[in-house]
């Protein structure tokens, strides 16, 4: 499977091409379009989260803590690849 920064990058162009922009794709511009997709290291902050393995787990020490919970759920595949 295509790595998600790579498929981004070639929505991207292949999105400025039919928008009628040309893109000259060659080492150098090809390391300014990989630069900048990747995410920046504040985009990554939520990795830095403690992340309970369960909802229940994170109940009871939120509770003991006085602090809220963030629940993320979703359905489906986050690439929308269902």
């Known amino acids: 499977m295509m790595e998600p ?8 162009i292949g999105l400025m091409s ?4 040309t893109v000259d ?3 150098e511009s090809a390391a300014k379009w ?4 990747r995410p920046k ?3 990554l902050a939520f990795e830095e989260s403690e992340w309970r393995p ?7 020490e ?3 803590g006085g ?3 963030l629940l993320w759920a979703m359905n489906g595949h986050p690439l929308a690849c269902t």
């Open 18 to 21: 039919i928008l009628g922009q």
């Open 5 to 12: 920064v790579m498929m981004t990058g070639i929505l991207c």
């Open 62 to 64: 939120a509770q003991k």
């Open 25 to 27: 794709l060659n080492e």
């Open 34 to 37: 990989r630069d900048y997709l």
């Open 54 to 60: 369960t909802f229940w787990e994170a109940v009871v």
């Open 41 to 43: 290291q504040s985009e």
């Open 67 to 69: 602090k809220p919970i």
